[in-house]
Structures are given as structure tokens and as C-alpha cells.
């Protein structure tokens, strides 16, 4: 069975955002400029598969397709694409995804990369922080919190309840980062590091802690 859950990887402390996230800043297009681009990658497709597939042996007649990715900032026109990759975040409990999109494009300019194919529009993955405690009565948050709650360990309920409601004077920041399932593995962690970058730059009454949800297997 396929469950969906919170350890304690899942909290990351971090000392490098002082400033709250806003929407003021530069509103230099990422996409412009292409802060993080990993690059091109050469996949080999026939019927869904690709380089990263299992070695088909010599005499395959798979062709060679080069693909570049292009990274930018959220922009309004994403919201649909992002909303198709956060929609299940919870696991399939519905939830106001939609209230997240819109705090993920709130900070646009700031913090936030979508990942798509150059020269095209579809969205093929979304990375994004966005702080609990400022976003504490919004419906999304308070979904989200009270999602993790029900998924953590007994012993450690206190702890994370104090850093997602704030009242152990932390702020949390929820981490959104989903993508195809085909994308290549090698552009998480520059998008990853590209994330944690901008909150450092932009943050405000700094991030503590971080929550990732991510699924496991278990027997």
C-alpha cells in the first residue's frame, strides 16, 4: 500500500531566510534571464520509455529526441497547469488546492520555479515555499496542518504542532516540489537548491523549519 506521510526529514532547520516572503521585490522575469537552466537532455522515446529506462540492447530502434527544459517564475497563465500537480498533495483528500496556487503565484518574482519544455507552455514540474504561519486562516493551511497532524507520530505531535501553528514561536514553510514522473532525476537538486536560495534572499521573519510531504511503501 501506498501511504503519504511526515518524518522527521521531513522538518529541515535553516538559518539562512531573515526576511518574511512577500510579493514586493524584483520583478525581474526569471524566464528572461534563466537563473537555473539545467539544460538539455537526450531522451530516446518509443511508447512512453526514454533514456532512463532500462538499457533495450543493441539493435533498438529508438530515436534520439533533445529536450531543454527552460525554468521560470510562476506567472498567472500557470495556474492551471500548477493546480494539476498539487491537487493530490494531500494523498487524494480534497483540500482547497486552488487557495495554495494562488499563495504560490503571490510570490512570483521572488521565490518559485515552474519547469517547462522550451518554447511551450504545459508545465512539467513546480517547486514553491510557502509560509504556514502567514497563511494560518487561509482554508488551504488549515487543511494542510490538520492533514499532517492526522499523519504524524504520536510522539512527535507536539513538536510539529508547535511549528505549524507557531505558537513555539517557529514558522514554517510548506515545500511544494512535484513533477512528471519521466522528467530527469538530475534536475531536482539544482531546483532544489535554486528554491532554498531564494527564500534565503527573500525571506522575512525567517523560515525554522520546513515540511515536505512525500509518500512511502509500506508492507
Request: some cysteine; proline content about 2%.
Amino acid at each position: 500500500d501506498e501511504a503519504e506521510g511526515v518524518d522527521d526529514a521531513g522538518m529541515e532547520e535553516d538559518s539562512s531566510s531573515e526576511e518574511e516572503l512577500s510579493d514586493e521585490g524584483d520583478d525581474e522575469d526569471q524566464g528572461a534571464g534563466l537563473q537555473l537552466k539545467p539544460g538539455a537532455y537526450a531522451e530516446q522515446r518509443k511508447g512512453g520509455r526514454n533514456e532512463f529506462d532500462e538499457d533495450s540492447g543493441e539493435g533498438s530502434d529508438f530515436e534520439e529526441l533533445q529536450v531543454v527544459f527552460d525554468n521560470m517564475y510562476p506567472q498567472e497563465k500557470d495556474f492551471h497547469g500548477i493546480k494539476v500537480f498539487v491537487s493530490d498533495l494531500l494523498d487524494g483528500e480534497a483540500f482547497d488546492s486552488s487557495g495554495l496556487v494562488d499563495a504560490m503565484l503571490e510570490l512570483t518574482g521572488k521565490v518559485g520555479t515552474v519547469v517547462k519544455t522550451e518554447g511551450a507552455d504545459d508545465v512539467f514540474g513546480i517547486v514553491s515555499a510557502v509560509s504556514l504561519r502567514s497563511n494560518a486562516q487561509e482554508k488551504w493551511a488549515k487543511q494542510v496542518c490538520k492533514f499532517v497532524m492526522s499523519k504524524c507520530p504520536s510522539d512527535k505531535r507536539g513538536r510539529l504542532e508547535g511549528a505549524l501553528n507557531g505558537s513555539s514561536g517557529g514558522h514554517a514553510g510548506l515545500v511544494v516540489s512535484e513533477r512528471m514522473a519521466n522528467m530527469p532525476q538530475e534536475m531536482a537538486l539544482p531546483l532544489m537548491r535554486s528554491l532554498f536560495e531564494e527564500v534565503g534572499k527573500y525571506g522575512k521573519a525567517k523560515f525554522d523549519s520546513f515540511v515536505f510531504l512525500s509518500r512511502y511503501l509500506v508492507d
